[in-house]
C-alpha cells in the first residue's frame, strides 16, 4: 500500500524515525503523540545528490478535509521539510553538505536534563564524487514538537568514507558512537572508530574489509553479571557486504570494548 510520495526519486538516502511513545510514554495534555519518519539526502535520478532534510508525519489525515489534505498527495500523510523556522512557512534546513551513500544515528532525549533528539551523519559521497569525511550533527529545538533545529559540524572522520556502518553506544559517562568499515578513496576497510564528545579515536576491534553491510544492535547483556564488563552494553550484529571484489555472506557478532 502506497501512503506516500516524495516529489523526486531517489537512493542511496538515509533516514531514521521517531516515536514519542517508545522514548517519552505518554504525553500529558495537551500534548499529543507523534511518529515521524525522516529522511536526508540520497541521490536522484540526474545525477543530482541531494541535500535536503525531510519529514513525514504518517498519522493520515482522519477527516477528509481537503484542506488539511498534502497538496502532492490528497488524504495521504504529509512530506514536508525540516526548517530552521516555522515548519510550515520557514526556510527549507538543507544538510551541510548533500550526500549519498552514508549513514545516521539518532540519540533519544532526556528531558529531566535538556537533552534534546539529535541525529549524527556519518560519512557518504558528495556531488563531486569525493567522500565525506564531516560528521554533522542536528539537534532539534523541541523534545515535543522534533520539526525544526539547527545543523553543526562536529568531527572529522580519520578516513573519508562512503558505505560504512554507525551506530550508538554507551559507556560509563554517556553516549558514544562507532563507525565500521566503508570504501576509501584507496581500499575497502574493515576500520572501527569511536567517537565521544566529538573526538574519534580508533579501535583495536578489525572486522572483514567491507560496504554497504546491514547493520543491527541491541541493547544489554541481561545473562551477564551486573560486575561483568559486558553487561548492559550494545550488541552489534554486521550482516552481508561488498568486500573488495566480492560479496561477503558472513554475520559477523560482536561488542565494542
Do not use: C
Request: hydrophobic residues 35%; proline residues 9%.
Amino acid at each position: 500500500m502506497q501512503v506516500a510520495q516524495l516529489p523526486v526519486g531517489i537512493y542511496g538516502h538515509s533516514g531514521f524515525a521517531i516515536d514519542s511513545f517508545f522514548y517519552l510514554g505518554s504525553l500529558p495534555w495537551p500534548l499529543g503523540s507523534f511518529s515521524y519518519i525522516y529522511v536526508m539526502g540520497g541521490k536522484e535520478a540526474d545525477g543530482h545528490v541531494s541535500d535536503e532534510f525531510r519529514i513525514l508525519d504518517i498519522r493520515e489525515n482522519p477527516t477528509g478535509n481537503t484542506s488539511d489534505d498534502n497538496p502532492r498527495n490528497p488524504r495521504y500523510p504529509f512530506w514536508s521539510y525540516v526548517r530552521a523556522g516555522n515548519p510550515q512557512n520557514g526556510p527549507i534546513q538543507y544538510m551541510p553538505t548533500g550526500r549519498y551513500d552514508f549513514d545516521v544515528v539518532m540519540q533519544w532525549p532526556d528531558p529531566s536534563v535538556g537533552e534534546q533528539w539529535k541525529v549524527y551523519v556519518f560519512g557518504g559521497t558528495d556531488q563531486n564524487g569525493n567522500y565525506v569525511d564531516s560528521v554533522d550533527v542536528f539537534t532539534f529545538t523541541d523534545v515535543y514538537g522534533p520539526n525544526t533545529g539547527t545543523w553543526s559540524t562536529i568531527s572529522t572522520l580519520p578516513k573519508p568514507a562512503a558505505g560504512l556502518n554507525a551506530a550508538i553506544g554507551s559507556d560509563s559517562t554517556g553516549f558514544v558512537y562507532h563507525v565500521f568499515g566503508g570504501r576509501t578513496i584507496d581500499e575497502v576497510i574493515g576500520d572501527v572508530f569511536t567517537m565521544k564528545d566529538g573526538n574519534i579515536t580508533p579501535n583495536a576491534l578489525s572486522l572483514i574489509p567491507k560496504q554497504g553491510a546491514g547493520l543491527f544492535y541491541s541493547f544489554s547483556a541481561p545473562d551477564r553479571p551486573a560486575s561483568d564488563p559486558w553487561a548492559n552494553t550494545f550488541t552489534y550484529y554486521r550482516v552481508a557486504g561488498l568486500a573488495e571484489d566480492e560479496l561477503d555472506p558472513y554475520v559477523e557478532k560482536f561488542q565494542v570494548p
